[in-house]
């Protein structure tokens, strides 16, 4: 919002015409983010305000892991799950006044939780025992579960530049692209304990297991995510 303000302070007076909030867009978009829907309104002919929701549809992996118990190897299903879903506020800058071509800045917000992992069949341990994930020791819960869970930031700032204006005077119908970047912060991978009754953070430099470990530092230097969108508006008015 910053953003935007300092832009518009910058264009002069006699260049803003008087369209504020006069056009309304609704539009459907398909990317990385998934599938969403917005509405734009025009601040003036330099600066569109744009909000919706986006969803990135669920989708299931499922694999299989070994463990050991007295000595004994075994084997139980897996199953991951990725999901993200975000509301988005965004202010799209028409440096020049006959250009499509603008910059975007904004926030998306949601749920912090990106991905979800557990075991689908039973964790076959003894009484007292349990896995050791990293260097963390959990317990199966009551049902022989156990749980991780992977989060980002839950307020994301956004930052990006596109074709395209969702408010047009000559068609009903309008088309954009835009491509940025959403910055959700370092992601966190997490395990739920049932004898602390809380999620705890998995660090990397406390995991032994180089594999794993390996893999819990990948996740935690993709800090900003890609935004590749296609967007097509209807203008009601």
Same mark, same amino acid.
């Given at each position: 919002?910053?953003? @935007?303000?300092?832009?518009?302070?910058?264009? $002069?007076?006699?260049?803003?015409?008087?369209?504020?909030?006069?056009?309304?867009?609704?539009?459907?978009?398909?990317?990385?983010?998934? *599938?969403?829907? &917005?509405?734009?309104?025009?601040?003036?002919?330099?600066?569109? !305000?744009?909000?919706?929701?986006?969803?990135?549809?669920?989708?299931? +992996?499922?694999?299989?892991?070994?463990?050991?118990?007295?000595?004994? =190897?075994?084997?139980?299903?897996?199953?991951?799950? +990725?999901?993200?879903?975000?509301?988005?506020?965004?202010?799209?800058?028409?440096?020049?006044?006959?250009?499509? %071509?603008?910059?975007?800045?904004?926030?998306? @917000?949601?749920? $912090?939780?990106?991905?979800?992992?557990?075991?689908?069949?039973?964790?076959?341990?003894? &009484?007292?025992?349990?896995?050791?994930?990293?260097?963390? !020791?959990?317990? $199966?819960? &009551?049902?022989?579960?156990?749980?991780?869970?992977?989060?980002?930031?839950?307020?994301?700032?956004?930052?990006?530049?596109?074709?395209?204006? $969702?408010?047009?005077?000559?068609?009903?119908?309008?088309?954009? %692209?835009?491509?940025?970047?959403?910055? *959700?912060?370092?992601?966190?991978?997490?395990?739920?304990?049932?004898?602390?009754?809380? *999620?705890?953070?998995?660090?990397?430099?406390?995991?032994?297991?180089?594999?794993?470990?390996?893999?819990?530092?990948?996740? =935690?230097?993709?800090?900003?995510?890609?935004?590749?969108?296609?967007?097509?508006?209807?203008?009601?008015?």
């Amino acid at each position: 919002m910053a953003f @935007a303000a300092t832009m518009l302070l910058a264009i $002069p007076a006699g260049a803003q015409d008087s369209q504020i909030f006069n056009h309304l867009s609704i539009g459907a978009e398909v990317g990385t983010t998934g *599938w969403g829907f &917005e509405a734009a309104v025009p601040l003036t002919h330099f600066v569109t !305000f744009r909000t919706g929701f986006t969803t990135l549809p669920r989708f299931d +992996v499922k694999f299989d892991i070994n463990y050991t118990t007295k000595g004994q =190897e075994k084997n139980v299903d897996v199953r991951g799950r +990725v999901h993200m879903s975000d509301f988005k506020l965004l202010a799209d800058i028409y440096p020049f006044k006959h250009s499509s %071509f603008h910059l975007t800045g904004g926030f998306y @917000a949601g749920l $912090p939780d990106l991905g979800t992992v557990h075991n689908t069949g039973l964790v076959d341990v003894d &009484e007292g025992e349990g896995l050791e994930i990293g260097d963390v !020791f959990v317990r $199966p819960d &009551e049902n022989g579960t156990v749980r991780l869970k992977l989060q980002t930031n839950s307020f994301k700032p956004y930052t990006g530049l596109g074709f395209g204006r $969702p408010i047009s005077s000559k068609h009903k119908v309008s088309v954009a %692209f835009d491509l940025g970047v959403m910055f *959700w912060g370092t992601p966190a991978l997490k395990v739920y304990s049932p004898d602390e009754d809380g *999620w705890i953070k998995m660090k990397k430099d406390d995991i032994d297991d180089e594999g794993f470990h390996d893999a819990v530092k990948i996740i =935690e230097r993709i800090k900003v995510y890609p935004v590749l969108n296609f967007r097509i508006y209807y203008n009601a008015f």
